[in-house]
């Protein structure tokens, strides 16, 4: 009996032996998150703790090291070793369990160099989609074995882009989502960031309450929790900018500050501190953004962070600008050129765009206002042209299914026709006389089919005609767009190439219309931008082309108008437009408006040279005068009545140094005041 007691043992002790091996997988996952969670501030010190803990059955070929080779990638990657990350990438593709652990990590090294990731987290995603379900979160964690956490990953990187691409809707369903995979793996910490990004969508959607009700659940959430509560009081400091209430979104920056400097987060403080930096300089605070700044610069370039470091250093230049150091100004944007970033992201780059040039044109900087504004109007149009070419494409499917349809209903009356006609040769055999009546039924029938062929064909030449028409029109207030004011103009320079460009150019900027949507909303916003673009077309003739140039600007080109009847429609147009208050859903505004003009050819004494351009250098011209309007205070127009040059070479060296020629008595203006305000 010994020996079998002495087998049984050895049986026992190898079954308690193999229940040891057998990893505890939630709590290596939870381990797992802490240290990639750990390293975004101390990777050099995680990579080792990592090794120290890589356990036997994540050894080569074993189930479990996907999981730890991805965790070391992160670790790698937050060190700014993009190349080792990279490789660790290559090491999961080549595993069939790793492929999507792999896209995932492939992604965040795009992230992390500001190229786009959006592709590739969703080639993640779809890897997953088998273990976590859309629409039922809670069964894929707790009995398919959903990976929630790197599933929570890639949805992150997806709501960033499609928020930064303007795709708001989209952005928050793939937040809703990947709160509902927190939630069910119970992560707090995922949980609150996910309420703190929802947070922020709420808000971009203009519903401030349910999004300062989002940011206390976050942080009842992080409750406890340092790093989770500093990023939470970051999102509620986003949710505050753009309430625009910049006080309170100070203070929740200085709270996350002090609290990541508790945690010993020195990457996460100097994010903050860059944050800190736009709240400072919004507040007048100049100096004080200039020192914090400063001192976040160099961690950021210790950490390798180029996302942050170009915000920072966006930051730092409009900074310098306020306080009329163009040359510090210009060497900082000159490094933020250097810092690559998704040419994808157009919404944000055009905001900092439209913030720089803004901030030029107030500091009398006109050259550098007029390359950022122009560039802003480019990406602004992109933008517009990829939304507008997508309702298009939609609009061609629609068509298309339908003339598809028409011809498909023909085919079949058409065999229908041929069936009847075999019919009738078979009856023509018994009763002759039939024949002939079936004949004469399909001849009428082929010509009522043909009639209706071309109805069918004049309907869809129509319908291309208005939606080639519909495609040069502005949506919202019926104007003509850019693309039809550029195919007026590419016409008239095909008629009159030698002569150079005829005529007057009037731009129309709405002073402070950022102001309008971030106090009264969106649908204000739009009334504004209506009823301005009403009252333009009301002040000048019909035979003037009025354009919405893009966001709040407006211009006109009137052919054949003398100078002194362009500055009686100047005039018009400033008080048609700020003479009254606009009514909006939120109230009467009064809204007011800068311009710029002049007319075409330019020219000097009489008898000089008359100073042909071309129409795009015409567009320049009067940008040029606008934002010599917008300097000066806003609500005035401002028009050439002069230039003094000897050739039209010579007014592109005028343009760049404009203040300096209106000075010195080369180009003569004529200022008009807006309306008085309303009393």
Known sequence: MRPVRTLALALLLAAAAARAAVPDVAAEEALLQQITRRASDAPEGMLAELERRWPAQAGPGQPREPAWLLARGKVLLAGGQAEAAEAVATQLMARPDGADFGWLLRALIQERAGKPAIALAARALAGMEARCPRGDEARAVRELGCDFRNAWEALRLTQREQAAQGTVVDAEASVRRALALARAGGDRYLTALSLGQLALLLQAQEQLDAARDHIRAALAEAQGDLLASARVRNFEAGVERRARDVGASRSAL???????????????????????????????????????????????????????????????????????????????????????????????????????????????????????????????????????????????????????????????????????????????????????????????????????????????????????????????????????????????????????????????????????????????????????????????????????????????????????????MAERILRGIGGEPVATPDGPLRVTASLGFASFPLGGRAGGPVLRLHWEQAVNWADMVLYKAKAEGRNRAVGITAVEAPDAAALGTILQDFDAACLGGQVTLTVLDGPAPLT
């Open 254 to 568: 200085e709270a996350a500050l002090a609290l990541a400097e508790r945690a010993d987060a020195p990457r996460l403080a100097a994010q903050l501190r860059s944050n800190l930096v736009d709240a400072y300089m919004h507040l007048g605070m100049l100096k004080e953004a200039l020192a914090t700044g400063q001192r976040a610069l160099p961690v950021m370039q210790h950490f390798q962070d180029r996302n942050y470091e170009r915000g920072l250093r966006h930051n730092l230049a409009v900074t310098h600008i306020k306080l009329r150091q163009f040359d510090a100004a210009r060497q900082e944007l000159a490094r933020v050129a250097e810092l690559d970033i998704d040419p994808s992201l157009l919404v944000p780059r055009a905001r900092a765009l439209r913030e720089l040039a803004e901030t030029w044109a107030e500091a009398g900087q006109y050259k550098e206002a007029l390359a950022a504004f122009h560039e802003e109007r480019e990406l602004t149009a992109r933008s517009n042209e990829r939304n507008r070419a997508a309702a298009l494409q939609e609009l061609r499917r629609k068509y298309d299914s339908a003339a598809r349809q028409r011809d498909l209903d023909l085919l079949a009356r058409d065999g229908q026709l041929k069936d009847q006609q075999l019919e009738n040769r078979r009856l023509a055999q018994k009763v002759g006389v039939a024949v002939g009546a079936l004949l004469l039924l399909s001849i009428a029938l082929v010509g009522v089919t043909l009639l209706r062929m071309r109805r069918a064909q004049a309907r869809l030449t129509a319908n291309q005609s208005r939606l080639r028409a519909q495609s040069e029109r502005d949506p919202l207030t019926d104007l003509s767009n850019r693309r039809h004011f550029l195919a007026v103009m590419e016409q008239r320079a095909r008629e009159n190439r030698a002569d150079g460009f005829h005529g007057a150019l009037m731009m129309v900027d709405i002073d402070h219309f950022k102001n309008v949507n971030d106090e009264h909303g969106h649908a204000s916003g739009d009334a504004v931008i209506v009823e301005v673009g009403r009252r333009i077309r009301a002040a000048v003739r019909d035979s003037d082309l009025v354009v919405r140039w893009g966001g709040e600007e407006f211009l006109v080109f009137a052919p054949d108008t003398p100078g002194a009847d362009l500055v009686q």
